[in-house]
């Protein structure tokens, strides 16, 4: 199966994406958006075989993300940088016509992209584990809370009452959270593409510290922060 990477140009850096396969006559490529803010295309590498059907499979990194990584700039994390980023890769790339998966935050993205852009070209939307109301959202997340031991409901409460979501107690119940209500462990028997995740995060959360990841990857599991998900006329704070 072909696969082909490449960078775009963005604002003064590199936006990582990648190709598989080739479209066939009558079909549409499908666009990929991942979650986060802060992940990376890596767990779309499991819907490669997706391009044997003869539709093109495009991921790509968001900028700050994996390997469009850009340190010591926390005023590009925002809904208009990315959304930008979406409609010039649709561009670069001279798409025309496409389907567009959105998962988690990504799927917020999809959300964003058909309102704004009103665009034409998106033959079908899928939105996968997201949300179309921020505030249904939180709510709900501090109600799944509850299910959690008292010691991680104890570290969540104070990081939000003190608005300082770095303790080491706070990241143990993140991580937590994420076990109990978002996905499995990744383990030794995971695929590569899902393993290589996990590596890239935790290099990523030491490199930049209290910037992108700690911002948006570590708190934004758990907590809405304005920031991001308040800028669009499709979520409801």
């Known amino acids: 199966m072909e696969i082909k990477e490449g960078y775009m140009p963005f604002m003064g850096y590199q936006t990582y994406y990648r190709i598989v396969g080739k479209t066939e006559e009558g079909k549409s490529p ?6 986060g803010p802060g992940s990376t295309h890596n767990y ?5 075989r997706v391009a044997e059907s003869g539709r093109t499979v495009i991921m790509y990194d968001q900028l700050g993300c994996g390997n469009s990584f850009v340190e010591g700039h926390p005023e590009l994390w925002t809904p208009e940088t990315w959304l930008n980023e979406l409609c010039v890769l649709i561009d670069y790339l001279h798409i025309d016509h496409f389907h567009l ?3 988690s ?7 964003i992209y058909l309102i704004e852009k009103q665009a034409k070209g998106v033959k079908s939307a899928i939105l996968s584990s997201t ?4 505030k249904l959202w939180a709510s709900e997340q501090h109600r799944m809370i509850k ?9 969540i409460a104070e990081a939000e009452a003190k608005d300082d979501f770095s303790s080491e107690a706070y990241a143990k119940a993140n991580e937590h959270f994420m076990l109990l209500h978002c996905a499995g462990e990744v383990t030794e028997d995971s695929p590569e ?7 890239l995060v935790l290099r990523l959360i030491s490199m930049v510290g209290d910037q992108m990841n700690t911002l948006l990857l570590v708190r934004s599991v758990i907590m809405i922060t304005p920031t991001v998900w308040a800028k669009s006329k499709c979520l409801a704070w």
């Open 105 to 111: 935050w990504g799927g917020m993205l999809a959300i």
């Open 147 to 155: 299910f959690m031991s008292e010691e991680d409901q104890r570290a």
């Open 101 to 103: 998966l959105g998962q």
């Open 131 to 134: 949300l179309s109301s921020s």
């Open 44 to 48: 779309f590498e499991l819907l490669d």
């Open 30 to 35: 499908i666009i990929l958006l991942h979650g």
């Open 193 to 199: 593409c899902l393993r290589r995740r996990s590596v």
